[in-house]
């Protein structure tokens, strides 16, 4: 059994995570520290805990988050970027784990690629040095070693496993390839802005930070150690009016001619032993309606101009493997569990 502590549980993410890891079955306790609501309980900031895991949920409250992390076998931290190298360095000094769910470890020792997007610089770059870039589906090996992991953005995650087998296999060209992405709403954050007002963002489709998105150079850097080499991509945000959810159409032009059984089987067979990764029948269209709620990455393929450009859909709940579930599965890789404890639950039907 193990002791899990997350710093920052308020958030989205963080309330995301504290659902999941009270029905993990390997977890002995957990703790959740927040600055703001300290003091209070979890069921008085979200009503849904109210009553449960048998009443244990309802008991919970937050505490500072220096204590939080003092004892626990892993930490994850779902502050704002620019926040966890603190926390990482005293959780690490004394050999546990720490996954972070914000940008700060995202980038591996490329300290100048996130100065670029966030505008910071670190405090702590051996420690950067030392993390790995917690995508399960490419880097699962270093990940069963860490003690600091990146989880990765939601974005970042649609995109590159809706990109990665193309470029892995030398099947898609590095350049020319086009993110058209929708997101729902809570990636947006909890704190209120002017374009998630309801009446704002409510029947309304609307790109945004077109052409210099933060996720941009993240997706950049994936797909260039994907492909053994630079890679240009193009990446547009969409806020869509959904609560949950993100779907990636991705257009990339091949090397070669293909056809759309040749294809579907490429990535049928690529990813034939990643339980989280569904690559979806002939004819089928994935959609976030079908992993809502699940760790699941959906992934449906077609093609056009001859079969010479391959549009991949690739859909993901943002705030489950777009963000909590992946940092359970990549605690999971490290802790020698069962990849799939806890995040195994399919999707409703409705």
């Known amino acids: 059994m193990f002791k899990a502590a997350i710093i920052g549980a308020t958030g989205y993410a963080g309330a995301e995570l504290a659902r999941l890891l009270l029905g993990h079955p390997d977890l002995g306790s957990l703790v959740l520290a927040s600055s703001s609501a300290e003091g209070e309980s979890m069921g008085s900031v979200y009503p849904n805990f109210l009553g449960g895991s048998g009443g244990a949920a309802t008991d919970l409250r937050f505490v500072d988050p220096v204590s939080a992390a003092s004892s626990a076998d892993v930490v994850f931290s779902s502050l704002p970027h620019g926040l966890a190298e603190d926390h990482a360095a005293a959780v690490r000094a004394r050999g546990a784990l720490f996954i972070d769910l914000s940008a700060d470890f995202r980038f591996g020792a490329d300290e100048a690629a996130f100065v670029g997007a966030y505008g910071k610089g670190w405090k702590r770059p051996e420690l950067h040095a030392e993390s790995v870039y917690g995508l399960p589906e490419r880097y699962r090996k270093a990940i069963a070693k860490a003690r600091v992991i990146g989880n990765p953005g939601c974005y970042p995650t649609s995109a590159a496993l809706g990109i990665y087998p193309a470029l ?157 579930g992946q940092a359970i599965q990549n605690m999971n890789i490290a802790l020698g569990l069962d990849e799939g404890s806890g995040i195994s639950m399919l999707p409703p039907a409705f």
């Open 168 to 324: 892995a296999l030398g099947l898609a060209r590095r350049e020319g390839i086009i993110i058209d992405a929708k997101s729902g709403v809570t990636g947006a954050g909890k704190e209120p802005t002017k374009s998630t007002h309801y009446p704002e963002c409510a029947d309304s489709l609307a790109p945004y930070k077109i052409g210099e998105h933060r996720h941009g150079p993240e997706i950049e850097r994936t797909l260039a150690e994907m492909a053994g080499g630079p890679v240009e991509a193009i990446f547009t945000p969409h806020l869509a009016p959904m609560g949950r959810g993100i779907v990636s159409t991705i257009y990339l032009p091949l090397a070669k001619t293909v056809d759309a059984k040749a294809l579907r089987e490429i990535y049928a067979d690529f990813y034939k032993a990643e339980r989280f990764v569904r690559v979806l029948p002939a004819g089928s269209v994935a959609t976030n309606r079908n992993v809502r709620l699940s760790n699941y990455c959906d992934i449906s393929l077609h093609l056009a101009r001859g079969g010479r450009t391959a549009i991949v859909v690739s859909a993901i709940d943002n705030m489950v493997k777009g963000a909590a």
